[in-house]
């Protein structure tokens, strides 16, 4: 980031600019958006009209989140040499609301630009709110972290809100009710950042106490969702109040992001096209473009079939933990070759080579602090490719393998032979009605074709059925709702984290940036530890208890806190300061590559088959050891690699060479 900080701001609340708050709920929002369609994406994919397999579902996912992840890079690059923060995030704004609003339409074609408008959307506005963030404050500013770190709890507290609104209401209303949350989210935080501010601080404050409404009022029956709503809906009050404080004080300066030059951005040129419509032109252009590499080149139709992609021969390789390395090879090249792939290794040999080539021709302390970030981006991406799998195998793991069901009562055996009126949930799955094995493929139908979300159906009783769970969906936590936990630990812990680094560094103990890092992966390995025992150990019926879940979240938070917050900091420090922004770029590429190793990952789980041309997701019992597996694996991967990390660490204290200052 730039630090001459051309638009300092002199009202200040806490010592924080003002406009600060603006940026929070911008962020916020945009951020509610976008983790609000990610907590759908995977199950809209399997379960609505695409009715894809794991396989497609999974690749398709990557290919998007790859994607998201490398435009940020080019609409950074165009923000600081032509349109500035403001157009670019105002532009990046109407490109998601609009993506995400084509989600509510069921057609191959609508599905797939909306997912090119969101990639595009988010390389304008990711990048450049924050880069408005660091333009707040006075050149050398210490106040400038803490800042940050204002900014990254609203970018969690949105993250939070979003499953527990869109995902439970999309789940348990409908898909299109679910998109229609995250576009009025967007739109939401689009109107925020370019409102007076007066209008801003209405808005801010409708926004708040509608969404604490929603939190309060919709929500699964249980004491625990009703605990985390309420949390979230108070911190989300809280936030609004302190803001509406900040406002009275001044608001986000006009200046603010504005265009490098505004002159250049109205001269011709492409003929009469002047700079800035030759930008929102390439745009246009660039959409079409996206649509292909998410999709694969494949037909935009919805009747696709599913494909499995493993035999039942590897999927008990698989719960024997010996994946066929045939098996990993061929998932390995099929990804490779799909166009998101040949883009990403094209872009990779380009910016690596490039990279490699002049760190060579640098001197030996800066040649040693390159090789540093280099090491640690390796780490960097294998620990993202292990932990984003929370939004495409951990997330149908929760669907199929962890009990969320808070059961009212269990099938006694006065109960066997008759025939009891009940609403289907996940605690019926593995049983049988009658001579019919009720499976998640059949609850899905049975949802997808009642409007009414407190149906019924007939269930005959058989001394089998003893020891089942009864209860109404209200009582059922929908899977995509636990993609709340991670931001949730966040604003529990992210401060927690600062004050034991300060903390330690006042007596000289705080650890240095590798070691940070081999302890994110070691708490990583354990995370996926606890989802591989709470398999181990799940019931007869295949079911995980919730406490391992939580228990797998809590060691991958602790871990991303390790490991995250230092990441770009060590980039901006070590980095020659005419290679800051290449090396910065470079960095965003290993995270695409994450997204796209990650999907690869999850397609080790995809457990889908197909029966008379139809796709059979099997029972639990079938499917806990798949996942455990694979989970279990990947902690081995994690620990070596932290181990790995760990005993590099005095080398890579020694290049960094902190005791020179520069």
């Not at 609104?165 to 348990?172: A, K, N, Q, V």
């Not at 004491?223 to 404080?245: D, E, M, T």
């Not at 800035?276 to 139709?301: H, K, M, N, R």
């Amino acid at each position: 980031m730039n630090d001459a900080s051309p638009h300092p701001q002199e009202s200040t609340l806490f010592g924080h600019p003002t406009g600060l708050f603006t940026l929070f709920f911008a962020e916020m929002w945009e951020r509610f958006s976008y983790y609000g369609m990610r907590a759908l994406l995977v199950f809209y994919m399997i379960k609505g009209f695409l009715g894809y397999g794991d396989t497609e579902a999974y690749a398709v996912y990557g290919a998007y989140t790859a994607l998201v992840y490398m435009t940020p890079f080019f609409g950074g690059m165009l923000a600081d040499r032509l349109l500035g923060q403001r157009r670019a995030v105002i532009l990046g704004g109407l490109l998601m609301a609009a993506g995400h609003l084509l989600m509510t339409i069921e057609t191959g074609y609508a599905f797939f630009t909306a997912l090119a408008l969101l990639i595009c959307g988010n390389g304008f506005f990711k990048p450049n709110i924050s880069t408005i963030v660091g333009s707040l404050y006075p050149a050398g500013s210490e106040k400038r972290d803490g800042g940050f770190t204002i900014f990254y709890m609203g970018i969690n507290l949105g993250a939070a809100m979003s499953p527990l609104l869109c995902g439970y209401i999309g789940e348990t209303y409908g898909w299109h009710w679910g998109f229609g949350l995250a576009t009025i989210g967007m739109l939401s935080g689009l109107a925020v950042f370019v409102a007076p501010t007066r209008v801003t601080q209405a808005l801010i404050l409708a926004g708040a106490i509608a969404a604490a409404a929603g939190l309060f009022w919709f929500h699964p029956d249980n004491p625990f969702s009703i605990g985390v709503n309420i949390f979230v809906g108070v911190s989300l009050l809280a936030a609004g109040i302190i803001a509406l404080a900040a406002l009275d004080r001044g608001g986000l300066p006009d200046e603010a992001g504005a265009a490098p030059d505004p002159e250049r951005l109205r001269r011709p040129l492409l003929g009469p096209i002047t700079a800035e419509w030759t930008v929102y032109l390439g745009t246009a252009v660039a959409i079409p473009l996206f649509v292909l590499l998410v999709s694969g080149f494949a037909p935009l139709t919805e009747d696709k079939q599913p494909v499995a992609i493993f035999s039942s021969q590897t999927i008990e390789s698989i719960e024997k933990s010996d994946i066929p390395m045939a098996e990993v090879i061929s998932v390995v090249l099929r990804e490779a070759s799909r166009p998101a792939g040949l883009i990403l290794m094209l872009s990779g040999l380009v910016a690596f080579g490039y990279l490699g080539v002049t760190t060579f021709q640098l001197d030996r302390m800066h040649r040693e602090r390159m090789f540093v970030v280099l090491i640690l981006t390796f780490f960097s991406m294998l620990f993202w490719a292990f932990f984003e799998q929370a939004g495409s195998s951990v997330n149908n793991f929760t669907d199929r393998n962890v009990d969320r069901v808070f059961e009212q009562r269990t099938i006694a055996a006065t109960d066997v032979g008759k025939s009891i009126r009940l609403q289907p949930t996940q605690e019926q799955l593995g049983y049988r009605n009658g001579n019919e094995l009720f499976t998640l493929g059949d609850l899905t139908r049975l949802r997808a074709g009642n409007e009414d979300p407190d149906f019924e159906i007939d269930w005959k009783v058989a001394d089998e059925n003893i020891g089942m769970g009864v209860a109404r969906r209200v009582h059922e936590i929908p899977p995509s709702t636990f993609q709340s936990v991670n931001p949730i630990y966040i604003l529990i812990f992210g401060l927690v984290f600062t004050m034991l680094w300060t903390g330690l560094a006042k007596v000289g103990m705080e650890p240095s940036t590798p070691v940070k890092f081999s302890l994110g992966l070691l708490q990583l390995g354990l995370g996926f530890g606890a989802f591989w025992y709470g398999a181990l150990h799940s019931s007869p019926r295949g079911m995980v208890g919730l406490e391992w879940l939580f228990l797998g979240y809590l060691l991958h938070t602790t871990g991303e806190l390790c490991l995250s917050p230092v990441g770009l900091s060590m980039i901006t420090r070590l980095s020659p300061s005419h290679l800051v922004a290449t090396v910065m770029g470079v960095w965003f590429l290993a995270t695409a590559y994450s997204q796209f190793l990650a999907a690869i990952i999850a397609q080790f789980t995809g457990v889908v088959q197909e029966a008379g041309g139809e796709q059979r997701i099997p029972v639990p019992a079938e499917t806990v050891h798949v996942y455990g597996g694979v989970f279990g694996q990947i902690a081995i991967a994690a620990i070596i690699s932290a181990a790995i990390c760990l005993a590099l660490s005095p080398l890579l204290k020694r290049w960094m060479h902190s005791d020179v200052a520069e």
